[in-house]
């Protein structure tokens, strides 16, 4: 299906979004904000949209290399709850206590201002960009808004009320809950679909991961159970050969996957969805986790690019090929070879901010090294990992040739580092 | 680049990804900070399992990524990344976290255990790990004030033969027991 405006506007949410848009189209003013210029600005300051794996760690990072400059964080919600381990809630191994962090440590220890609010325009010619309470200055603008989603892709979806029947959870937080309370009021002998879209979408292996989660349950508690996976993807996109044994060893003959099988619109009266718009798939639990999109603030911004998906970036300083002053980290933007991980956010990030601060210096900017590391639960207590050296060539994200990969097998001990990397990352990003 | 009536933004130029062309090769810092999703920001480790960095002897921190990368010392992910570096990195990346300030974890630890542990020490650790392990001696790392569970898995990767020992340090290890050796880690750990 094309995006029209009419779709477009919807998919945004209308409202406030409609004068954003005029705003990028030219001739219409920006959206005015009810109270004026909030925060006046009065030395050099960067914004930070987006207070989740990348933008914490931007806003941390400018502090630590440049205490002159100041440093707004704007971010809709007072706690952050991370995606990666959600899949663990799903599954009961983990509370919800265990994802969340505040930003009152991050903000004191490194001198951040923080701001709390939705962002509902930004003015890329001004250089402001806009909340409900008004405006704020910036010179340089950091957008790490995560992912928002191609909803219009599914017939039958209604982003206002489908979620609530048929969770995507693909957000961490109240959607992880609904699932596992889906999964708790199920009947033994109940069927689980998940489906998912097209690659790129947010964490590659999280569908296989959540798959291995809900059977861990179900072989606990409702041992007669089923796990459906409708990939749209040809075959499994991460880890394959390691979620393929791991069924096997854990829950043979619990989990089905289906490649090439991809849902194209949903009926959440019927509990059903339907596969390449001809075949119709029941089940007592449905998991859809739909096509996805930069986050909707990229889209106001301007800078996603032609593909009406991802945002574009200099593979350098992660400044937007589209928009000046404006970069984009994260799940939103097109790395090159890094994948829409919390692990190439958090490199992303204090890439982005050494190159800042060198730019705002009048300094020379810094070639990229990134890592990503990523770990899935197979069972209980074992794990399995990818991991990757990013670096630049011919003016591209690549990984370094001849490293990284993933684990060689199953493993206890990576389930025990896996751990320790959310306690240090999550630790990074809030103190 | 084009405004459309719709409010997508669509590029009329070139849209390839683009690096700065005069961009310095990658600092210390730079190479380092990416680390510190798993090792803490500056390498002051949040996680048990994960060694602190701050403040660690360069050679030290040099020689475990060669290690990692030829294969000799065992790892799960390191090795992966390791093999993404080059020696001059390996020694940018230890001169950067060696300069660090370190601070102690703080964890749970068996008195008794952290008594037995000296005294193994005492007999026989502590001609390379001096100063109860504060001190670097050659290529021995600082010990002291890390994690204890990190320790406990060295401690598993020596006794089982996965993590091979020179001659010396095989001599006075392979008599102790597991116990001995979790004692020592216990030891180390409460050094502060």
Known sequence: ?431 | MKFRKDGWVVAAGLLAVTASPLAAPPTAAMLSNACAGCHGTQGVSAGPSMPGLAGQSKLSLVESMKGFKSGERPSTIMGRLAKGYSDAEFDAMGEFFSKQKPVPPVQALDKAKIAKGQAVHEKSCARCHVEDGKEPKDNSPIVASQWLKYLQIQMDDYASGKRKMFENKAEKMKPLSREDLDAVAHFYSSVK
């Open chain 1, 1 to 431: 299906m094309t995006v029209d405006r009419r779709n477009f506007l919807k998919m945004l949410g209308a409202g406030a979004g409609v004068s954003a848009l005029q705003g990028c189209a030219g001739p219409a003013p920006m959206v005015a904000a009810s109270g004026g210029e909030i925060m006046p600005k009065s030395g050099r300051r960067v914004v930070v949209v987006g207070g989740g794996y990348g933008g914490t760690i931007a806003a941390k990072y400018l502090r630590m290399l440049d205490a002159s400059i100041e440093v707004v964080l704007i971010e809709r919600n007072r706690q952050f709850v991370s995606c990666p381990f959600s899949n663990l809630v799903v599954g009961g191994i983990r509370q919800m206590s265990d994802l969340t962090i505040g930003y009152d440590k991050l903000a004191s220890n490194h001198g951040i201002k923080m701001l709390y609010g939705e962002v509902t325009a930004i003015d890329a010619a001004a250089k402001t960009v806009a909340l409900a309470a008004g405006t704020l200055k910036y010179d340089r603008l950091i957008l790490s808004p995560g992912i928002d989603f191609r909803f219009e892709e599914l017939a039958g979806y209604d982003p206002a009320t489908t979620p609530d029947v048929m969770p995507h959870a693909w957000k961490a937080g109240p959607q992880t809950e609904l699932l596992r309370r889906q999964l708790l009021a199920m009947k033994d002998g109940g069927s689980v679909v998940i489906t998912l879209p097209l690659a790129p979408y947010r964490c590659p292996p999280g569908p296989y991961e959540r798959a291995n989660m809900i059977a861990l349950y179900l072989k606990q508690h409702k041992p007669k159970s089923k796990v459906i996976i409708l990939d749209a993807n040809p075959d499994i996109t991460s880890k394959g050969g390691l979620f393929r044994k791991g069924w096997a060893k854990h829950y043979p003959g619990m989990i089905t996957y289906r490649g090439a099988s991809k849902v194209t619109a949903v009926n959440a009266r019927n509990h059903s969805v339907l596969i390449e718009g001809v075949e119709e798939v029941k089940a007592d639990v449905i998991n859809v986790i739909p096509p996805q999109r930069a986050g909707n603030i990229a889209v106001k911004a301007g800078v996603v690019g032609p593909d009406m998906k991802w945002c574009p970036v200099n593979a350098t300083t992660f400044e937007s090929t589209l928009a000046k002053d404006i970069h984009v980290i994260g799940d939103s933007c097109i790395a090159g070879a890094m994948p829409k991980s919390g692990y190439s956010a958090n490199s992303e990030a204090k890439i982005a901010a050494t190159n800042i601060v060198a730019l705002m210096n009048g300094r020379e900017t810094i070639e990229i090294s990134g890592i990503n590391t990523c770990y899935s639960f197979i069972s209980e207590k074992e794990a399995v990992s990818v991991a990757a050296v990013y670096k630049v060539a011919n003016n591209a994200i690549v990984s370094v040739p001849n490293s990284g990969g993933v684990s060689p097998d199953l493993s206890e001990l990576e389930a025990v580092y896996a751990e320790s990397w959310l306690r240090n990352i999550l630790t990074e990003m809030s103190s």
